[in-house]
C-alpha cells in the first residue's frame, strides 16, 4: 500500500517562508510526476507546482519566482519551499504522485494547513 505523508505546514506571517515535505512510502516501483495542489476555502483545488522525473519543473503564474519545488529521489520525497509567502496562499496543500506500484496509479497526502497572516 502506498501513502503520502505531508509535513512542513502551519502559521506564518506575510513576507515569511515555509518548507512542505511529502514522502511516499510503500511498495514503489518508480514515481513519474510529483505535484502540489492547493485548495483555499470556497475554492476548487489549484495545481501549485510540478517536476518530472526527468528534472523539468512548472508553476502556477501566482507562484513563481516565488515557490520552488524539489524532489529527492532516493528518498521518494518532494519539497516545497515557499517564500514571500501572501494572504492569498493561505490553503491546505496537497501533494500528488504518479507511481508505479505495480501500476501506474495517482495517489494524493492528505493536506497540510498553511495559514498567512496579513
Known amino acids: 500500500q502506498v501513502q503520502l505523508v505531508e509535513s512542513g505546514g502551519g502559521l506564518v506571517q506575510a513576507g515569511g517562508s515555509l518548507r512542505l515535505s511529502c514522502a511516499a512510502s510503500g511498495r514503489i516501483f518508480s514515481i513519474n510526476v510529483m505535484s502540489w495542489y492547493r485548495q483555499a476555502p470556497g475554492r476548487q483545488r489549484e495545481l501549485v507546482a510540478t517536476s518530472t522525473s526527468g528534472g523539468s519543473t512548472n508553476y502556477a503564474d501566482s507562484v513563481r519566482g516565488r515557490f520552488t519545488i524539489s524532489r529527492d529521489n532516493a528518498k521518494n520525497t518532494v519539497y516545497l519551499q515557499m517564500n514571500d509567502l501572501e494572504s492569498d496562499d493561505t490553503a491546505v496543500y496537497y501533494c500528488?504522485?504518479?507511481?508505479?506500484?505495480?501500476?501506474?496509479?495517482?495517489?494524493w497526502g492528505q493536506g497540510t494547513q498553511v495559514t498567512v497572516s496579513s
Open positions: 500528488k504522485a504518479v507511481i508505479w506500484a505495480p501500476t501506474m496509479q495517482s495517489y
